[in-house]
Nanobody
Framework: QVQLVESGGGLVQPGGSLRLSCAAS????????MGWYRQPPGKLREFVAA???????SYADSVKGRFTISRDNAKNTVYLQMNNLKPEDTAVYYC?????????WGQGTQVTVSS
């Protein structure tokens, strides 16, 4: 079973930046498309961004042009660079495989955008 550990969240002012990391256990990481998801307070979990094993990327419309997903297969890690953060980006952020049955969800990392 793959284990996922997200980190890098915090409190940031509107317009600020954060870089999230997701470390995955297991040697099969590089073969999977990975995604970032978020769950705003009181809402359902939603898709944010994805990256394939070949490094093709896709984004939710709400973050396009502000967020960048990347991966380092040697480190079994996927990243989410978040720029020009807005209050509506406030959520717990998670990573998981993009397609197929989800692995066990990690604890997530809290991102709070507030002045």
């Amino acid at each position: 079973q793959v284990q996922l550990v997200e980190s890098g969240g915090g409190l940031v002012q509107p317009g600020g930046s954060l870089r999230l990391s997701c470390a995955a256990s297991g040697s099969i990481f590089s073969t999977y498309a990975m995604g970032w998801y978020r769950q705003p307070p009181g809402k359902l979990r939603e898709f944010v961004a994805a990256i394939t094993s070949g490094a093709s990327t896709s984004y939710a419309d709400s973050v396009k042009g502000r967020f960048t997903i990347s991966r380092d297969n040697a480190k079994n890690t996927v990243y989410l660079q978040m720029n020009n953060l807005k209050p509506e980006d406030t959520a717990v952020y998670y990573c998981n495989r993009r397609y197929g049955t989800a692995w066990k969800w990690g604890q997530g990392t809290q991102v709070t955008v507030s002045s």
